[in-house]
C-alpha cells in the first residue's frame, strides 16, 4: 500500500482466522513523468545499401542458364540440384498410355470446365461440369453423355437418372431440385427451402424439360421416408402446371 505523497503508511495489524497479520507495505517510487517528445532524440535511418545493377536481385538457380542476350545469369547464387532439370535414368520415365480417346466434351461452356474421371474394372466414368458418360475401357461411349443440370434450387442444381432403377422402370434422384410432397401424389420445387423462397415460372419448365428425356417410375428425394414409388414422370408434369397456376394466382381453390 501507498500513502499519499508517497510516504510509507503506519503498519497497522489485523486479525484473521485467529493469527495477528500486518499488511505488507512498499515504499513510493512515483508518480514519474516522461520526458516531451520534442525533447527525445531524433532518430535518423540508415542510408539505404547501393545496389549493384550488373547483380540479380533474386538470380535463377542453376549457374548454367542464359538470358535472351546470351549473357549467364545466376552466377552469385550456389547450384541447387533440381531432379526435375536431370534426365531419369533409363527405365525410370513415365510410361506412355496404352490408350488415348476423347471423352465428354464442355457442353456447358464453363471456364474453367470441372473435370472428374473415375477408372473401374471395366468402365470409365467421365464428367465435365454437370455433364457425365459411362464409356468402356476402349473408349465407346455407353451412355451419355447427358446433361443432367436442371438448375432451380441453384443454377448448377442437377439429378441424377438411374436407368436400371426401379426394377428397370427407371428412377430420379431429385435432391433439392425436385423435392417429394408429403402427398406422394406430387412434387414441388422452390427456389430457397429455409427462407421459403418460390422459384420462377421459367425456372420450373426448365426443370421439366431436362427431366423429360428420361424414362422414370420412381423418384427419390434426400429423405427417405418421402418417396414417388411409382407414374414419376407424370407426377412432375402435372405438379409443375399446378406450382405456375399457383404463382400466376389462377389456381384452383383446392390444391
Known sequence: MLAPGGAAPEVVGYEKGGVFRRPYTLPGIGPKLSRPVRELPRS??????RLDTNTEINPP????LFDEQGRRFGTSAPKIDDLLADTPPAGQLTPAPSITFEGVSNIQGFYPPDTEGAVGPNH???GVNVSFAVLDKAGTFLTGPTDTSAGGHFAGSTVLHWAAGAEGRGALFAGDTIQVGYDRRWVSFMYSYPNMV???E??????VVTVEPFEFDRIYSPWLDRLVSADGKEIVRRSAERYIAAIRDDAPRRC
Open 124 to 126: 470409365y466414368v467421365h
Open 202 to 207: 421459367s425456372k420450373v419448365r426448365r426443370i
Open 198 to 200: 418460390p422459384l420462377s
Open 44 to 49: 535518423v535511418p540508415a542510408p539505404a545499401p
Open 61 to 64: 538457380r542453376h549457374e548454367t
